[in-house]
């Protein structure tokens, strides 16, 4: 797998993953999760760390990051279900962690809903532990 900077050109084929990949993007009816929509907000603030994997000319994997100064957040790590098990979300991660790393970052945050239990076990292999802390959101 290759690991690069997402491209303009790669934005159909990450729709196409992050439809099969995370369901509440594939519902018409939850405007909020609309996966064009994160791409263009992804490209307006950090884009360069916005990480797609490749098999040849095939996107099979993506993971976002970000960094406020304070700690970094990783969010949609994506990998093609029929490749999952063979290390690429893992080396996605490892590339992430690396970028911020590089600016300085001290600490990474990631979450994953309560309702995904068998995404815990991926996290913690990674050195990831739970933090006894409350997470409060509010859609605006």
């Known amino acids: 797998m290759i690991i690069r900077t997402f491209d303009a050109g790669d934005h159909d084929a990450v729709i196409a993953l992050w439809r099969d990949v995370f369901p509440e993007y594939a519902d018409a009816s939850r405007p909020?999760?609309?996966?064009?929509?994160?791409?263009?907000?992804?490209?307006?603030?950090?884009?360069?760390?916005?990480?797609?994997?490749?098999?040849?000319?095939?996107?099979?994997?993506?993971?976002?990051?970000?960094?406020?100064?304070?700690?970094?957040?990783?969010?949609?790590?994506?990998?093609?279900?029929?490749?999952?098990?063979?290390?690429?979300?893992?080396?996605?991660?490892?590339?992430?962690?690396?970028?911020?790393?590089r600016l300085g970052c001290p600490k990474v945050n990631l979450q994953i809903l309560a309702v995904k239990t068998e995404l815990r076990g991926f996290y913690e292999k990674l050195g990831y532990r739970m933090d006894e802390v409350v997470s409060l959101g509010k859609r605006l």
Not at 66 to 85: C, E, I, K, M, Q
């Open 32 to 101: 909020q999760r609309d996966p064009a929509l994160s791409i263009a907000n992804k490209m307006k603030t950090q884009p360069e760390l916005f990480f797609i994997g490749t098999l040849g000319d095939e996107v099979i994997g993506t993971v976002m990051c970000g960094y406020d100064g304070h700690r970094g957040w990783v969010y949609s790590l994506a990998v093609t279900p029929s490749l999952r098990g063979r290390g690429y979300g893992s080396a996605l991660m490892r590339h992430a962690e690396a970028a911020l790393t």
